[in-house]
């Protein structure tokens, strides 16, 4: 509702975050993000089907939504979302925190697209990441395992078959994501009859 007219200039307030809505909901929304490495290459990421519901109160800004990575059709599900707007400068500069489910059948297409097409990984991937930091510079967390992963890479130095894939157990990786970077440390998975534990 708006201000009442008339009246001595100081006489009410008036705060920017009242004249906002107090939720706002995104339906089958695309988002395109492009990335560029150190060397200067360009990737190109899609997020399709996005649904997104902003909800404002007080001094918080909570979130929820859903969305698929493409390429890799990757399953995104966020919840429990909050930005902290109280004592922030800027939004940059707003605590972030949220819940993040991730579920695919083929992490094929994202590898490549972040790695580079040799060596190919193929496999389901599913996790759960806890996100925190600010808006400006998130960092999420948590448990990925890819199952039944598998590694193909062509090497012209080797007798035929020069086309060859080493068939992994189930991968499980204690995630980070940093200031652009993805680690894993550790990984472990199942090879033959053994298990292999690295960083």
């Known amino acids: 509702r708006p201000p009442a007219r008339g009246g001595r200039a100081g006489g009410g307030t008036a705060t920017a975050s009242g004249a906002l809505a107090s939720r706002v909901k995104i339906d089958n929304a695309l988002v395109t993000y492009e990335v560029r490495s150190s060397r200067d290459a360009l990737s190109t990421y899609r997020l ?13 800004l909570q979130f929820e939504g859903d969305a698929r990575v493409k390429p890799g059709d990757l399953e995104v599900k966020i919840a429990n979302g909050k930005v902290g707007m109280n004592g922030a400068r800027a939004l940059g500069d ?16 994202i590898v490549a697209a972040a790695a580079g097409p040799a060596p190919a ?18 960092r999420a967390s948590g448990e990925v395992e890819l199952s039944s992963l598998k590694v193909t890479q062509t090497n012209p130095q080797c007798a035929e078959p020069k086309r060859r894939t080493l068939a992994l157990g189930a991968v499980k990786v204690n995630a980070l994501w940093e200031d652009g970077t993805f680690r894993g440390r550790p990984a472990s998975t199942s090879l033959g009859q053994g298990t292999l534990t690295t960083n």
């Open 48 to 60: 399709e089907d996005l649904d997104l519901t902003l909800t404002g109160g007080g001094t918080a």
């Open 94 to 109: 707003a605590p972030v925190t949220a819940q993040v489910t991730i579920s695919g059948k083929d992490v094929g297409e």
């Open 121 to 138: 990984l193929n496999g389901p991937i599913k996790g759960v990441l806890t996100v925190s930091g600010t808006v400006a510079s998130p």
